[in-house]
């Protein structure tokens, strides 16, 4: 059950990726510029979650925050500048979204093997589904190709149809996805897969004590 859960959240963020990016997106995007970029993500994002399991979710919470405004684009990465407020002080992001830090790491090591190729986005993208599979949950194929944002949007994150509260009743968490057009169905999958994820991260704890 678990694994079905997990294996319909892939497909809810395929279908965010997809929608959010005007560029023709592809599986081998980097094949021949960077062909050692899965493995290069992926050994950091297993580093980070062998030290701290709950890092898995908060990177792919990370990933759907950016997602969430004005695409994939990863201008929540931003600090802000003197002629722009970022969105990582947003009200939903601050105290928040985590794993900035992790995100770094790997674009260091990226950069070592093949520098100034891939996008902070398609980075985000692959870690939040090498942590969805490191976590017990299915790998699927990411596309990339997305073009990082030059600026971000303090606004956008912080109005009333960007990244919903906690405090969100139904209609309103129907009507902020709808607006993205995402449907009833998606919210479904996605908050369904929040509840899957924390019981992975605390059923691989445990196992982790028990050894």
């Given amino acids: 059950m678990a694994s079905t859960s997990i294996s319909m959240l ?3 963020i395929v279908v ?6 005007n560029a023709q997106l592809s599986t081998n995007f980097y094949c021949e510029t960077c062909p050692h970029l899965f493995p290069t993500v992926r050994a950091v994002v297993e580093q980070a979650i062998a030290q701290e399991a709950r890092m898995g979710a908060s990177l792919l919470r990370l990933h759907f925050h950016d997602c969430f405004i004005n695409g994939c684009d990863a201008s929540i ?3 802000d500048t003197p002629t722009m407020l970022g969105e990582k002080t947003a009200a939903p992001n601050l105290n928040s979204v985590r794993g900035f830090e992790i995100i770094d790491q ?3 090591a990226v950069e070592q093997v093949c520098p100034g190729v891939v ?7 692959i870690a939040a589904r090498d942590s969805v ?13 997305r073009r990082d944002a030059m600026t971000a949007s303090f606004a956008a994150a912080n109005s009333s149809n960007g990244i919903p509260p906690p405090s ?5 968490l129907i009507s902020n996805f709808q607006s993205k057009g995402l449907s009833a169905k998606d919210l479904l999958l996605d908050f369904g897969y929040l509840a899957v994820l924390s019981f992975s991260v605390e059923y691989s704890m445990i196992l982790r004590i028990s050894d």
């Fill in 168 to 172: 969100s009743n139904l209609s309103a």
């Fill in 106 to 108: 790997i674009k260091s």
């Fill in 77 to 79: 990465l931003l600090d």
């Fill in 133 to 145: 599979n490191i976590l017990m949950g299915p790998e699927w194929e990411v596309k990339l190709g």
């Fill in 10 to 12: 892939g497909v809810f």
């Fill in 119 to 125: 996008s902070c986005a398609d980075i985000l993208a």
């Fill in 16 to 21: 965010v990726l997809v929608g959010s990016s």
